[in-house]
């Protein structure tokens, strides 16, 4: 038999429900997710109550009421939000991606009719498992599949095309055959999808355990919004583990990046750090944490060595090296050297002098030579001058 441990918050929501003569059920992710044996990381709520009964029953709750024209009370319990949604029919698609108009209904399985794929069309109301569309044999079975006919559902709305490959990706499912095949027959829809939605699950699918997999058997469905795709590319993420900032790196090293991120409206920060990757020179591991962040300059290891630039031994010793020097926390760059240019002016230097005494004691610092204290890096300034070394 299923059971779910749900939160004391939650089992409150569903017993407020409940006392004011409404059925209240978990729906979706939160459901499959204790399914498969992970903690659910949010719980969505669905309810026969109507908007307003919403609201009543709710009345001596902290409440948000910006998505009740859809259906969604958001019940505050402590901080935490959690979103009540009267059960839906939705109308029809016209635009591929949001249905006419909504129809609220008392049928939990009208509601869950709706829902993509199986797996994400299961309910529980505190004891049973409300599961009409066999989601918990699928998740057996670990086949991701619509519920309904694939080609209706993704007619109505594309996203549902992308949103497959990412739950196959992340689950780790494969694509039930009839529903791979209209994945591909209707590819173009995803055209049609404004590109932040798609963005925001390619973002996902490249996180997922099966990314790879999942790449490899549908990169000309990806390729619809994401052209750049470069075989080479798909073959380096089956060396990578689940970062989807180097996956993306990966697959785009073959093309003008920044022009398909920024066609992706990718985050600034993204763009960045996929331009760095490809462009930052891969030496020793004193320079790469003095180029870049520690994050980055690990997931530049690893580019590399997906890549084939360097061997997985020299990659793990570049690692070693690297988190070596995190542990001793040296100096990285030029805003952590321990002076700056106004001591430096305090010595007399002046205008680009500055600035080459800084990059002085910066390679000294990175190379071992000295430490980073302001007493030694002073010291050495001093004595150049003394000396009229060059600075
Ligand atoms: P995650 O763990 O990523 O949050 P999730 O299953 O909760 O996964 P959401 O995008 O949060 O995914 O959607 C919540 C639920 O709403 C889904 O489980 C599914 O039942 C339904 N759903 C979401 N988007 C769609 C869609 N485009 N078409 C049909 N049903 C959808
Ligand atoms: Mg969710």
Same mark, same amino acid.
């Given at each position: ?36 044996? *992970?903690?659910? @990381? ?50 029809? *698609? ?29 309910? *529980? ?73 798609? *963005? ?21 469905? $990806? ?63 004193? @320079? ?71 990059? $002085? ?31």
């Amino acid at each position: 038999m299923f059971v779910m441990e749900l939160p004391q918050s939650v089992r409150t929501i569903l017993s407020v429900l409940r006392d004011n003569g409404h059925r209240g059920v978990l729906v979706g992710g939160c459901v499959r997710d204790a399914c498969l044996g *992970y903690a659910p @990381h949010d719980f969505d709520i669905a309810t026969d109550a109507t908007p307003p009964q919403m609201q009543q029953a709710f009345r001596d709750f902290r409440v948000l009421e910006t998505g009740l024209r859809h259906g969604t009370l958001t019940v505050l319990i402590g901080h935490e939000p959690f979103e009540v949604t009267t059960f839906r029919i939705d109308g029809d *698609y016209p635009d591929h991606r949001h249905p006419e108009n909504v129809t609220f209904t008392t049928r939990l399985e009208d509601d869950l009719a709706r829902r993509d794929f199986t797996v994400n069309a299961m309910a *529980y109301d505190g004891a049973t498992l409300i599961d009409p569309f066999g989601g918990q044999a699928d998740i057996q079975r670990r086949v991701l599949r619509c519920v309904g006919d694939p080609a209706t559902r993704f007619t109505e709305d594309g996203l549902r095309i992308l949103r497959a490959l990412r739950f196959a990706a992340v689950l780790g499912f494969s694509v039930e055959p009839q529903t791979a095949e209209a994945v591909r027959r209707q590819r173009e829809l995803l055209s049609k999808i404004a590109v932040e939605r798609l *963005y925001a699950e390619l973002k996902k699918l490249l996180a997922g355990k099966n990314a790879f997999a999942v790449l490899r058997s549908f990169a000309d469905v $990806l390729r619809v919004f994401l052209p750049e795709l470069s075989d080479s590319g798909i073959q380096a993420v089956e060396k990578t583990g689940e970062d989807w900032l180097l996956r993306l790196a990966l697959l785009l090293c073959s093309a003008d990046a920044e022009a398909a991120l920024q066609n992706l409206r990718a985050e600034k920060k993204t763009v960045r750090a996929v331009l760095q990757l490809h462009t930052t020179e891969l030496t020793d591991a004193r @320079h790469l944490l003095a180029s870049l962040p520690s994050e980055q300059a690990f997931r530049r290891v690893d580019f590399a060595a997906a890549r084939g630039e360097i061997s997985a031994e020299a990659a793990d010793r570049l690692r070693a090296e690297l988190r070596q020097l995190a542990d001793e926390k040296p100096c990285l760059s030029l805003r952590e050297l321990a002076v700056n240019g106004r001591d430096l002016e305090a010595l007399g230097l002046c205008g680009r002098e500055i600035g080459q005494a800084l990059a $002085l004691l910066l390679e000294e610092v990175l190379s071992g030579r000295l430490r980073n204290d302001r007493k030694t890096l002073l010291g050495e300034i001093e004595r150049r001058q003394r000396q009229r070394s060059p600075i």
